[in-house]
């Protein structure tokens, strides 16, 4: 079975895919792919992606689950200049992460996603995991210094703080404001 994705219309991707999934949970209380139709959702702008969360089974969100928090705390860890604990890493040596459970071939205006198993969507998120953690974008990443904010971004600039400026930046001042105001 097969998914024609386009590729027309593909949305300008800002941050990293390895990023943007450990940024699924941006705070305690707010988890982005917590159900199976956030998680797909949450992937359309990824077209590998999206065609094969619709084929994975509802008991690979768990698994799925697990890697993003293991991705976050890797990612948090070398942001902060920390060497990641090894148990979290174990993903990079999971069985047929070499190998491809699926097959993406060219098709009209896109590609197309063949043969996806139900351990696919792990894959390719921690295929990107890997690819990030191995790439020179890494020596870029930072983690918002945002109050309560658990996300991390890529930034070659050294004194960006936040995320988000008009986010979590404007909370942090006007936090700052209010203790000056005091």
Known sequence: MSQRISLVGWPSMTE???????????????????????LRAWAR??????????????????DVLALRDATQTVLHRIAAGESPPAAELEFATWPGLARAEFRVRPAAGGVAVDDAGPEAVRQLLSRAVVDFLLGQQLTDLRRCEGGGCHKVFV???????????????????VAAHARRSR
């Open 155 to 173: 930034s070659a600039r050294a004194d960006r703080r936040w995320c988000d400026s008009r986010v979590c930046g404007n909370r942090a001042r």
């Open 45 to 62: 702008p990824w077209p590998a992606l999206a065609a094969c969360v619709p084929r994975m089974p509802a008991g690979e969100l768990p």
């Open 16 to 38: 990293p895919l390895a990023v943007a999934f450990a940024n699924t949970r941006s705070s305690a209380g707010r988890d982005r792919i917590a159900t199976v139709d956030r």
